[in-house]
Nanobody
Framework: QVQLVESGGGLVQSGGSLTLSCAAS????????MGWYRQVPGKQRELVAR???????DYADSVKGRFIISRDNGLNTVYLQMNSLKPEDTDVYYC??????????????WGQGTQVTVSS
């Protein structure tokens, strides 16, 4: 199986920065994409940012220009640098990975979530 372990959440003032990290470990044959989602209570989990194996990135409109996603393929780790944070960025952030665990089998894996709180 595959485990995604997140770190880097915490409390920051509005306008500040935080960097989240997510390391994938376990039976990894190939990583297709990794990304970050957040879930507002009562709403569906939404994409924040995603990076593919080829380096293509997607961002939610609300974070474009403020957040940067990057990936270290050798470490199977994805980072989310969050700048100019706003109180509305407060949420639990979940790491996600589309990962092949064999040549023919892939699954969608999730981390346990890390809390980001932005005070005004």
């Amino acid at each position: 199986q595959v485990q995604l372990v997140e770190s880097g959440g915490g409390l920051v003032q509005s306008g500040g920065s935080l960097t989240l990290s997510c390391a994938a470990s376990g039976t990894i044959f190939r990583i297709i994409a990794m990304g970050w989602y957040r879930q507002v209570p009562g709403k569906q989990r939404e994409l924040v940012a995603r990076v593919t194996a080829g380096g293509s990135t997607d961002y939610a409109d609300s974070v474009k220009g403020r957040f940067i996603i990057s990936r270290d393929n050798g470490l199977n780790t994805v980072y989310l640098q969050m700048n100019s944070l706003k109180p509305e960025d407060t949420d639990v952030y979940y790491c996600n990975g589309y990962i092949y665990t064999s040549m023919t089998t892939w699954s969608d894996f999730w981390g346990q979530g890390t809390q980001v709180t932005v005070s005004s």
